[in-house]
Each structure stands twice: as C-alpha cells, then as structure tokens.
Nanobody, 126 residues
Framework: QVQLVESGGGLVQAGGSLRLSCAAS????????VAWFRQTPGKEREFVTAITGSGSHTYYAESVEGRFSVARDNAKNTVDLQMNSLEPEDTATYYC???????????????????WGQGTQVTVSS
C-alpha cells in the first residue's frame, strides 16, 4: 500500500512561483512512477506531468511545458513540482498519483494510477 501526501499549495499572484511536494510512504519509492494531475470544479482531472521511477524521464502537458519542472528524491521518498510563471488558468486542486513502475503507457491517464493523494489547492490571482 502506498500513501501519498501533497503539500505546498497556496495563493500566489500571476507570474509568481510555487513548489508542491508529494511525500510517499513506501519501502522502495523508485519502484513507482509518479504523476501530478489537477482538477477544477466541474471538470475532469487533467494531466500535468509525470516522472519515471528512476527519475530519468519526465513528461509534461503542453500547457505547462517550460514553466513547470518535476523532480524526485528517491532517498527521501519525495517528488517535487516547481511551478513558475503561474497563470490564473493554473488554479486547481493538484493531486499526486503513483503506479508501479513498468512501461509508461497511459502515463497521462488517471485510470492507470492506483494510488492518489488528497490534493492541495493552488490559487493564482490575476
């Protein structure tokens, strides 16, 4: 069983930055690919970024490419999402998700992740 806890959300002005963190309670964290999704009320959960278990490969949604950066520290069981040049459209609840490492098929689909955190709210004011 994998438990995920997100932190770091908050209120920021447009153009600002925030750093989210996902902490995992698992014995061998590198055995899991991790992704970030986000969701606003009334909309489906949307893929943001994913990182392989080893951290060697990362994937980003077009909407955040060049502004967001994901990294992991397997010794500390954490995955961080650095968000720069934030826009009001980035306002959402951000969720950390994990799945057992293997291929990266469906890395941008919520249905391929079996473990989810509770989410952390990010609000970007204009």
């Amino acid at each position: 069983q994998v438990q995920l806890v997100e932190s770091g959300g908050g209120l920021v002005q447009a153009g600002g930055s925030l750093r989210l963190s996902c902490a995992a309670s698992v014995r061998i964290f590198s055995n899991y690919h991790v992704a970030w999704f986000r969701q606003t009320p009334g909309k489906e959960r949307e893929f943001v970024t994913a990182i392989t278990g080893s951290g060697s490969h990362t994937y980003y949604a077009e909407s955040v490419e060049g502004r967001f950066s994901v990294a992991r520290d397997n010794a500390k069981n954490t995955v961080d999402l650095q968000m720069n040049s934030l826009e009001p459209e980035d306002t959402a609840t951000y969720y950390c998700a994990a799945r057992v490492a293997g291929g990266m098929y469906g890395y941008d689909r919520t249905t391929t992740y079996g473990y989810w955190g509770q989410g952390t709210q990010v609000t970007v004011s204009s």
